[in-house]
């Protein structure tokens, strides 16, 4: 019997544990004990362990066998240790939120803006922000909100027109703390072309989008 | 006894439990079956649950009951459901590393550069780089940086001295995708002005700086 768990060495001087099958928790538990004391003589650092959330019930034995959490996604649990009696060099989790914020202006200087349907602030008129999602580019990512932001159909027939950009560039930049979750965010201010211009639907009840004078910024949040 | 568990309301429809104190698994159990009917009876959409990490205990029979992992910092794990039967619009977990580099000049128009301990380039020389700390500022993280990378002692009395730096401005970024651990990059490429700029130690093996003339650039990464 395979006395010590399957570990791959990493870059670094650790190893990393894929857990794939389940496995019963005091077999784990013994598996492990043993895998750290050979870890630990073979001088290794950082060990990782990953478990899919299907072995949830693996959990417990790692963390009172001295792991912790090191991040998370919904489908799996990243738990580590740190072998040697030096402080751990263990890179850290991500630490922002990236969102764009698009301003899209048309040949009359106008600029696009909408009005969000959830939160506190439906009455602001406001530039069409959103959050990248994983893996995503900025370029990429601020035409979809906006096509997203002006194209939502919340009752039959009052949909409003979807308002297709082209990424121009990105204009300005802020970084903003404890966003959510003391996470933070890096905003990206994109300049876009608009390549529709149409926009049939104002209902200031449902989200709402429309072209918008550039002066009297001050209606804006 | 209280026959739901402690939970608070937040601003999008939801509920936020956040367990701190310790309680038999089989008794967490009852309340959270009978908490997640009466929040769906009620209308509540997402459910969050955080656990602390000495409630590990508790994790198992909460994923049991249809939770997932949200997000998880090495003291604690966050967990999340979603009540109604529609798509959750639960915010997503951090996307982001954020890195600086710093380009510091002297007068001379020559360039600080480092020689790095670890990792695959040690022979390189190059700019001063490093990842942003949970909720630090740009240019607070890009003065760190410099300074602990000009000013680490390897060997008693061969200390390289330590740059001061002044941050100017960010000149340019990029963003770059699965990075480590499936997470993106974007890097803030800043100007920075030395305040000091007496570098004595020039030791190849151990992680050196030097002034370098802005000539001859493709001897950087």
Same mark, same amino acid.
């Given at each position: *019997? +395979?006395?010590?768990?399957?570990?791959?060495?990493? &870059?670094?001087?650790?190893?990393?544990?894929?857990?794939?099958?389940?496995?019963?928790?005091?077999?784990?538990?013994?598996? =492990?004990?043993?895998?750290?004391?050979?870890?630990?003589?073979?001088?290794?650092?950082?060990?990782?362990?990953?478990?899919?959330?299907? &072995?949830? !019930?693996?959990?417990?034995?790692?963390?009172?066998?001295?792991?912790?959490?090191?991040?998370?996604?919904?489908?799996? =649990? *990243?738990?580590?240790?740190?072998?040697?009696?030096?402080?751990?060099?263990?890179?850290?989790?991500?630490?922002?939120?990236?969102?764009?914020?698009?301003?899209?202006?048309?040949?009359?200087?106008?600029?696009?803006?909408?009005?969000?349907?959830?939160?506190?602030?439906?009455?602001?008129?406001?530039?069409?922000?959103?959050?990248?999602?994983?893996?995503?580019?900025?370029?990429?990512?601020?035409?979809?909100?906006?096509?997203?932001?002006?194209?939502?159909?919340?009752?039959?027939?009052?949909?409003?027109?979807?308002?297709?950009?082209?990424?121009?560039?990105?204009?300005?930049? @802020?970084?903003?703390?404890?966003?959510?979750?003391?996470? @933070? +965010?890096?905003?990206?201010?994109? *300049? *876009?072309?608009?390549?529709?211009?149409?926009?049939?639907?104002?209902?200031?009840?449902?989200?709402?989008?429309?072209?918008?004078? +550039?002066?009297?910024? !001050?209606?804006?949040?």
């Amino acid at each position: *019997m +395979e006395m010590q768990l399957p570990a791959k060495e990493d &870059l670094y001087g650790g190893v990393v544990v894929e857990m794939k099958e389940n496995m019963d928790p005091d077999v784990f538990h013994a598996l =492990l004990k043993t895998s750290k004391l050979q870890w630990k003589l073979q001088g290794k650092k950082g060990v990782w362990i990953k478990l899919p959330i299907n &072995l949830v !019930n693996l959990v417990e034995t790692a963390i009172k066998e001295g792991f912790w959490y090191h991040h998370a996604e919904p489908k799996f =649990l *990243m738990l580590a240790d740190w072998l040697p009696e030096t402080t751990s060099t263990l890179p850290g989790n991500a630490t922002h939120i990236a969102r764009v914020g698009a301003i899209v202006l048309n040949d009359k200087q106008e600029i696009l803006v909408v009005q969000e349907k959830l939160g506190g602030k439906t009455e602001v008129w406001k530039i069409s922000t959103g959050i990248l999602k994983q893996g995503e580019d900025i370029h990429v990512g601020v035409v979809r909100e906006v096509k997203e932001e002006t194209g939502v159909s919340f009752k039959p027939l009052l949909c409003i027109s979807i308002i297709d950009t082209e990424f121009v560039e990105v204009r300005a930049f @802020s970084q903003e703390h404890d966003v959510f979750f003391g996470k @933070s +965010e890096v905003l990206f201010l994109c *300049m *876009m072309r608009p390549l529709s211009f149409d926009i049939q639907i104002q209902e200031t009840e449902i989200k709402a989008a429309k072209w918008h004078k +550039e002066h009297g910024i !001050n209606e804006f949040d």
